[in-house]
T-cell receptor, first 113, second 110 residues
């Protein structure tokens, strides 16, 4: 009964490839997020969607494109992968504006060769 | 926008001692402050939170205090145990967004 599930858990690929990470939540939340956690453990917000609409888009290269087919899913597609994209990517979800916490997925460890 | 600062970045304590992690924020509109614990290779998990209408909240060995005037909040862990070793993140919620501190790596020495 995983609340926020991400796939895959590990992703090893070569520079220049295109890859996707999927995220699904079964908590009934209306807002979903993508975070990047680098080797220094900083949690950096990338995107946030509320009811399938983009509400936060931080300074992220346009090689990263989120897609939300419905409010329970937020996928992340990355084009032309670069070495600096190596990190752990976390999906999270919450209710917007309710002073409720975010719930995180288990993360996807992306390694670029 | 909001700016959350967290100190210290690393903290080592002897088992049984207390640990305190402090965060400051800049946006007076922030009204919700969760704390997350992240064990090695795992996801951040909520351990305690506090809303802006409350000054202190306690849950067993963990407590959080909030000073809205000074715009700072702190996590207190008493009687630390080796399983408390992890990275701890504070966060401030302002509007649509959560702003995270840079994390504190806590090591509890047996």
């Amino acid at each position: 009964d995983t609340a926020v599930s991400q796939t895959p858990k590990y992703l090893v690929t070569q520079m220049g490839n295109d890859k996707s990470i999927k995220c699904e939540q079964n908590l009934g939340h209306d807002t979903m997020y993508w975070y990047k956690q680098d080797s220094k453990k900083f949690l950096k917000i990338m995107f946030s969607y509320n009811n399938k609409e983009l509400i936060i888009n931080e300074t992220v290269p346009n090689r990263f494109s989120p897609k939300s087919p419905d409010k329970a899913h937020l996928n992340l597609h990355i084009n032309s992968l670069e070495l600096g994209d190596s990190a752990v990517y976390f999906c999270a979800s919450s209710h917007l504006g309710d002073n409720q916490p975010q719930h995180f997925g288990d993360g996807t460890r992306l390694s670029i060769l | 926008g909001e700016n959350v600062e967290q100190h210290p970045s690393t903290l080592s304590v002897q088992e049984g001692d207390s640990a305190v992690i402090k965060c400051t924020y800049s946006d007076s509109a922030s009204n919700y402050f969760p704390w997350y614990k992240q064990e090695l290779g795992k996801r951040p998990q909520l351990i305690i939170d506090i809303r802006s209408n409350v000054g202190e909240k306690k849950d067993q060995r963990i407590a959080v205090t909030l000073n809205k005037t000074a715009k700072h909040f702190s996590l207190h862990i008493t009687e630390t145990q080796p399983e408390d070793s992890a990275v701890y993140f504070c966060a401030a919620n302002a509007g649509n967004q959560f702003y995270f501190g840079t994390g504190t790596s806590l090591t509890v020495i047996p």
